[in-house]
């Protein structure tokens, strides 16, 4: 039997990174300056990584940075959870990020025959087509709360989740 890969595709700007934020920079033990990211949030998606053992596939625009950037960046504003892909850089605007989603699940069942995954989309932005099963929508005020973490953590472990 084929092992289950749990995925969380994550968008930053409206689901740890929240507006209007009363800080929306501050220095970090490095001495840079970094943008402010919602503590429940990030509260939140720890717990969802840890409870499910999901890997994180950076969705958001902020994957331009590269890996090593990004996995940094995320420590540094406290999330415990590896960078484990990203999806392709978006380069010349035709792809829209379902559309990037798919590319990269048929990647990986290319690359590993019998690749079988659970996935949620946490962003606040809807997917283009098709996944709107698997997209958990947050909010830019709000971002990514307890409640919303519960569903994706439903879906993550293949059983029915009441929609918040």
């Not at 490095?30 to 840890?50: D, M, Q, Y």
């Not at 960078?83 to 990037?100: A, C, F, V």
């Amino acid at each position: 039997m084929t092992p289950i890969a749990r995925l969380i595709f994550l968008d930053i700007d409206g689901v740890l990174r929240t507006w209007p934020s009363t800080c929306p920079f501050y220095v970090n033990t490095f001495g840079r300056k970094v943008p402010s990211f919602n503590c429940k949030a990030v509260h939140a998606l720890n717990w969802l990584v840890r409870a499910t053992q999901a890997h994180v596939v950076i969705s958001s625009a902020w994957r331009c940075q590269g890996v090593v950037k990004m996995q940094r960046d995320l420590s540094d504003w406290g999330v415990h959870a590896s960078i484990y892909s990203m999806l392709p850089r978006d380069t010349d605007g035709l792809w829209n990020r379902s559309e990037q989603i798919d590319w990269w699940l048929a990647r990986r069942r290319r690359r590993y025959p019998g690749f079988t995954s659970r996935f949620v989309i946490l962003d606040d932005e809807p997917p283009a087509y098709d996944l709107s099963d698997q997209w958990i929508e947050t909010t830019i005020e709000q971002g990514l709360t307890w409640e919303l973490a519960e569903v994706a953590y439903a879906l993550l472990m293949g059983r029915q989740a009441a929609r918040a």
